[in-house]
């Protein structure tokens, strides 16, 4: 018998659990998805993307969307055109308005000197694409998405090859139709047009490529394209005050195998100097540059850290 004073002992409720938790999670065990990662637990989460390992197409991807998406890419794609369009058709007026029959025969070459400032915008987005990166740290997001150097530089190098090129190609090959409209020249013949429109691309293309990897030599922009317009520049310029007779041997070495005379040689038969590369060596002799900095690139970003 109980007095009023004492209150009988009340049972303790049963810990609250959510309704159908066990349910819950034994249905999303059996829906989900093979090759998809489920985590089981009260917050199991299914996640839409495939679990498959990472390939060179996925960092193309990434390195083609970074490149378009960045202003950089589009103000000097676009002063390379605007240089290359305007100059090469300013030079055709004004060949049209005084003798146009001087450059009747090689009216592909009035496009050179378009190409040779362009070339410097080529330089600056080659040494940018790359070395921009690790200006701002965004390299460091790069290599954690993708841990593999050779990679990233395989996919940086492509996207940027094949971007310079096929703009290039274009727009020589517009500049050159228009001027060959404007001084009512005949047309050139497929040999000179492969040259001053495949074979300036290419050029081109490469020099870029060479520009993204004294980038990732340096890692830094202004001195990287500091670098690269000393080496487009200098030799030609250091040839001109060479009048010494001992040493005329290396200034003809440097006049020939600067890169204003190689780039020449796609617009004629042979530079303005005699006795340098022609034909399609200037092309051959790029890749062979190029080739010696990507491999000294890849090896200088296996063994620093970032």
């Known amino acids: 018998m109980t007095t009023p004073y004492q209150q009988s002992p009340q049972a303790q409720p049963p810990a609250r659990q959510a309704p159908y938790a066990g349910a819950q999670q034994a249905q999303q065990a059996q829906q989900a998805p093979q090759g998809r990662q489920w985590q089981g637990g009260p917050g199991g989460y299914t996640s839409p993307i495939p679990i498959r390992p990472a390939h060179l197409g996925d960092a193309l991807a990434s390195e083609w969307t970074k490149l378009r998406s960045v202003r950089s890419t589009v103000w000097t794609l676009g002063v390379m055109i605007a240089l290359m369009l305007g100059i090469g058709l300013l030079v055709a007026l004004i060949i049209s308005a005084g003798d146009p029959a001087i450059s009747r025969e090689g009216v592909l070459t009035l496009g050179f000197f378009g190409t040779l400032l362009g070339s410097i915008c080529v330089i600056t987005l080659g040494v940018m694409t790359i070395a921009s990166e690790y200006s701002t740290g965004m390299i460091r997001t790069t290599l954690t998405a993708c841990p593999s150097r050779v ?75 500091t670098v690269m317009i000393g080496v487009v520049l200098a030799p030609l310029v250091l040839a001109m005050f060479m009048a010494s007779e001992s040493l005329v041997t290396v200034r003809d070495y440097m006049f020939q195998y600067s890169i204003p005379n190689q780039l020449v040689v796609f617009y004629g038969d042979e530079g303005i100097v005699p006795g340098g590369p022609t034909g399609w060596d200037p092309l051959w002799i790029m890749l062979g540059v190029t080739a010696v900095a990507m491999a000294g690139a890849l090896a200088a970003l296996n063994q620093r850290d970032v």
């Open 151 to 225: 990679r990233v530089l395989a996919a940086k190098s492509v996207v940027f090859f094949l971007l310079v090129f096929a703009i290039t190609t274009a727009t020589t090959a517009i500049v050159g139709a228009l001027q060959t409209s404007i001084l009512d020249a005949p047309s050139p013949t497929n040999d000179q047009w492969l040259k001053s429109t495949v074979g300036v691309g290419l050029y081109l293309a490469m020099l870029g490529l060479l520009s993204l990897a004294v980038g990732a030599l340096i890692r830094h922009s202004a001195g990287a394209i």
